[in-house]
């Protein structure tokens, strides 16, 4: 559903050339969480920004859904569902309001929309929220909103920018148990988080990525038996051991 064919983006900082992501390729089939992993710096919001369209890549491409971004970004955003740290609510809407909004710039059906709004709403135990404005909403309120409107013109593929930051422990579940409903629901995920702690529950599969370069990929089997380590924390260590050796 989503594919990745050696995407390369360059920055110039200070005069110099920084390679935010080198050649990077991986695929994510319908029902699989795809971990891209790294700390700080290691291109995962970069590469989002490109699969998005937000950003142009300097060769290679994104393909959703049979689609390349470059040669049709309309369409590739209207299969893809994006959720981040950052809530980015209107505040002077009502929460029914804005998830009606942004079913319509998705030209999804009036009803269609109304009736997604309430099942999501209720999944994701928000209906209470519909009738407030979002501005007075708590930090954890948001998110919830926020992950239904990533929701609501039902993409095939998501892509989340790490959902979990800020979140309290009551927050972090209702991250796990949303992911846990797009793999039922056989959507295509992405997760892109430095927490690799949270990572090891969420993902079937792992793309470790430093300096903008996959390192390893694959499930946790897979990825001990590359490095003959047991959990993500110690495999990244080595690579910046490794770097600074």
Known sequence: MLSVHSLVKTFS???SELRAVDDLSFDVPCKEVYGLLGPNGAGKTTTLRMI???LDADAGYAEVDGIQTAEDPIAVKSRLGFVSASDG???WLSVREMLLYFADLYAVDPHVAAERAEHLSKMMGIEKLLERRAGSLSTGQRQRVTLVRGLIHDPPVMLLDEPTR???VVGVQTIFEYIEHLRDAGKSVVVCTHRLDEAERLCDRFGLLHHGRLQNEGSMDELREQTHREHLVD???DLM???AA
Do not use: A, I, N, R
């Open 13 to 15: 900082v200070d005069g």
């Open 52 to 54: 998005l369209g937000l």
């Open 89 to 91: 609510v209107y505040p």
């Open 166 to 168: 800020g979140l309290d």
């Open 235 to 237: 495999m990244f260590v």
């Open 241 to 243: 051991k490794t770097e």
